[in-house]
């Protein structure tokens, strides 16, 4: 998502369980908390309840840091058991940037190290790939260019090794899709996807394309048929017409969808089937919100400012969506430039074992957002929302327990030069 004008975060509480790709790429078995597949960390934050020593508070006020600005990725680059953040940012139009923020252990992080890309920096996902048991990362940009860093064992990373590759690499999700043992990646590329088969010695296979039409804008991974092989869930707007300026008006973005690449157990997937959402529908994220043990799917409609709640029903389907307002009073949402409204992340947060979701939205009010929570019924109702004000434009959020606390936090993009950061208070 890009940077937009005021924005908030939408937080929604529901169902039980959680997606399980036993996928911890990232992180070394001794840590006490398991790393997450580079963007599937949106989906699942594996935190021990053993570690809770308190009741869970909402969030604490905004942290922001310098440095950050596009997309986030996370893994305990370190090796000292406390999860750190990438994060991509444009450098101008022939170069980028690639910031690490390595973890103090309380959720504060130190000052950036920062390392040049090739071209404007797009997406980014945290793995292990060249097999060496530290975590390192790939970013994508505009310019047929798969950007891979590998770590040199402490944290800090050589120059990057370029892979040339067909199209743009936007959005990406690092996962195990043949399962060999190797991560591999998945990045948007406008209206399809593409799938690169890692070899495990940091090195990919030329991409392997799939059609999903309209404007592809996030992605996400989960087991949703429970055959053990990770599937890929995206979202796409239909754009009307280009936007003005800076902003899109809303009628420059059409109907949405929620698409869904099922796993054929070889990191082979079959066409995609497609689910009708809200207008403007900018982002997915997956978690069980009814509490039947099955991946659900959330969707964030930026222009209808509504979320969409899509249920598996068991095999990797789903039923037509079922619609949940964004509406607060006085926030009035607006459409950024060439981009849906809204980015959505999924986990559990007030440790209550239900999976809570959190979106990000833009108004046209000023330049301070809000985050805001709804705690769920546990049946895939949602409560009254409460608020917490975000400062400046916030754009992508990832989540992972930065301070230990066995509460999942949120860090989100801001004006495509910082990274917020809200930590889960605990009383």
């Not at 790393?35 to 570690?51: C, F, Q, R, S």
């Not at 390192?136 to 590759?165: C, E, I, K, S, Y």
């Not at 959505?344 to 809000?370: L, Y």
Request: aromatic fraction near 10%; glycine fraction near 14%.
């Amino acid at each position: 998502m890009r940077a937009c004008r005021t924005c908030v975060l939408v937080l929604v509480l529901a169902g039980c369980g959680r997606t399980n790709l036993d996928l911890p790429f990232g992180q070394p078995d001794s840590a006490p908390a398991p790393a997450l597949p580079a963007d599937a960390a949106i989906d699942k934050v594996g935190h021990p309840t053993d570690v809770r020593a308190c009741r869970w508070a909402g969030f604490a006020p905004q942290v922001t840091y310098e440095g950050a600005g596009h997309f986030l990725a996370v893994a305990d680059f370190n090796g000292d058991g406390h999860i750190d953040v990438v994060a991509t940012a444009w450098g101008g139009i022939y170069n980028g940037t690639a910031s690490v923020y390595l973890n103090q252990g309380n959720g504060t992080f130190v000052p950036p190290t920062t390392y040049n890309t090739d071209m404007e920096a797009e997406g980014v996902a945290a793995a292990d790939f060249s097999g060496d048991g530290k975590p390192d990362f790939a970013v994508g940009n505009d310019v047929h260019d798969l950007d891979v860093f590998l770590n040199q064992g402490d944290g800090t990373f050589g120059p990057f090794v370029q892979h040339r590759v067909p199209g743009y690499s936007g959005v990406m999700v690092a996962s195990d899709f043949n399962r060999d043992g190797h991560p591999d990646l998945a990045a948007t590329q406008s209206s399809s996807i593409a799938i690169f088969l890692g070899d495990g010695q940091g090195s990919f296979s030329p991409p392997t394309t799939y059609a999903s039409g309209g404007n592809v804008d996030s992605i996400t991974v989960s087991d949703l048929n429970g055959d053990g092989y990770p599937d890929i869930v995206v979202s796409n707007a239909d754009f009307t017409g280009l936007c003005p300026e800076a902003l899109c008006l809303p009628t420059g973005l059409g109907a949405g969808t929620a698409n869904v690449f099922i796993n054929q157990g070889d990191g082979t997937f079959a066409p995609q089937a497609s689910y009708a959402a809200g207008n403007g529908t900018g982002s997915v994220a997956v978690g069980d919100f009814n509490s039947d043990g099955a991946p659900d799917i959330a969707a964030v409609n930026g222009v209808d400012n509504t979320l969409s709640v899509f249920f598996n029903q068991g095999d990797g389907t789903f039923a037509p969506q079922v619609t949940y307002s964004n509406t607060i009073d006085g926030f009035v949402p607006v459409t950024p430039f060439l981009d849906p409204g809204g980015e959505v992340v999924a986990a559990d947060f007030d440790g209550d074992g239900r999976d809570d979701v959190v979106v990000v939205q833009c108004s046209s009010q000023g330049r301070n957002g809000m985050l805001i929570f709804r705690a769920g019924n546990g049946d895939g109702t949602f409560r009254v929302p409460v608020t917490y004000p975000i400062v400046d434009y916030p754009g992508v959020p990832v989540v992972a327990d930065f301070n230990g606390d066995g509460f999942p936090d949120v860090a989100v993009t801001i004006s495509y030069d910082k990274m917020g950061v809200f930590l889960s208070d605990c009383e």
